[in-house]
T-cell receptor, first 112, second 114 residues
Framework: QKEVEQNSGPLSVPEGAIASLNCTYS??????FFWYRQYSGKSPELIMS????GDKEDGRFTAQLNKASQYVSLLIRDSQPSDSATYLC????????????FGKGTKLSVIP | NAGVMQNPRHLVRRRGQEARLRCSPM?????VYWYRQLPEEGLKFMVY????????ESGMPKERFSAEFPKEGPSILRIQQVVRGDSAAYFC????????????FGPGTRLTVT
């Protein structure tokens, strides 16, 4: 059973701080990793994708991947109240698998 | 709007009725995925389709649920004889290719079974 684990939170950070969101996955053969943001009552919105070990930066967001530790993280710099949402980690196993396996999400609250 | 489109956005059905959910993928995408999100639960994969083909239906309940993606028109997720436990948000996603590609989600259909 492929699993993706996230701390459910809530994670509270003050405005302007760095928010750090973490995710671990069980399938060592996983090849693609994604972070989605989901506001309450809305659909998931793709924020970042990462495929190789290391860091990938896009604006205020940085995704980090460590395949040896089976660990993915998302850093949000200069957090804003509009970043308050649930962040979903998703993993694509590859090797003929087409589905994304999602974690249950971490709820982030940015306090003004 | 070139994004993934779903309709209806909200659907209310009585127990025993049929529900039909539609999804038009993003322009240029021919790979469609359906996911279900139960209240306070994570997103769960249901089925993956390409035009006229079901590629992976490993997440679909064995009974009452079916999906299609015809040559012309949207993908349809069909739930027959709905029960209260089918109440959930159903999301469609599309991708450019079917391998490691990014999946983009539509706004979802929120099904309520009374």
């Amino acid at each position: 059973q492929k699993e993706v684990e996230q701390n459910s939170g809530p994670l509270s950070v003050p405005e302007g701080a760095i928010a750090s969101l973490n995710c671990t996955y069980s399938d060592r053969g996983s090849q693609s990793f994604f972070w989605y943001r989901q506001y309450s009552g809305k659909s998931p919105e793709l924020i970042m994708s990462i495929y190789s070990n290391g860091d990938k930066e896009d604006g205020r967001f940085t995704a980090q991947l460590n395949k040896a530790s089976q660990y993915v993280s998302l850093l949000i710099r200069d957090s804003q109240p509009s970043d308050s949402a649930t962040y979903l980690c998703a993993v694509h196993s590859g090797a003929g698998s087409y589905q994304l396996t999602f974690g249950k999400g971490t709820k982030l609250s940015v306090i003004p | 709007n070139a994004g993934v489109m779903q309709n209806p956005r909200h659907l209310v059905r009585r127990r025993g009725q049929e529900a039909r959910l539609r999804c038009s993928p993003m322009k240029g995408h021919s790979h469609v995925y359906w996911y279900r999100q139960l209240p306070e639960e994570g997103l769960k994969f249901m089925v993956y389709l390409q035009k006229e083909n079901i590629i992976d239906e490993s997440g679909m309940p064995k009974e009452r649920f079916s999906a299609e993606f015809p040559k012309e028109g949207p993908s349809i997720l069909r739930i027959q004889q709905v029960v209260r436990g089918d109440s959930a948000a159903y999301f469609c996603a599309s991708s450019l290719s079917g391998s490691r590609d990014e999946q983009y989600f539509g706004p979802g259909t929120r099904l309520t079974v009374t």
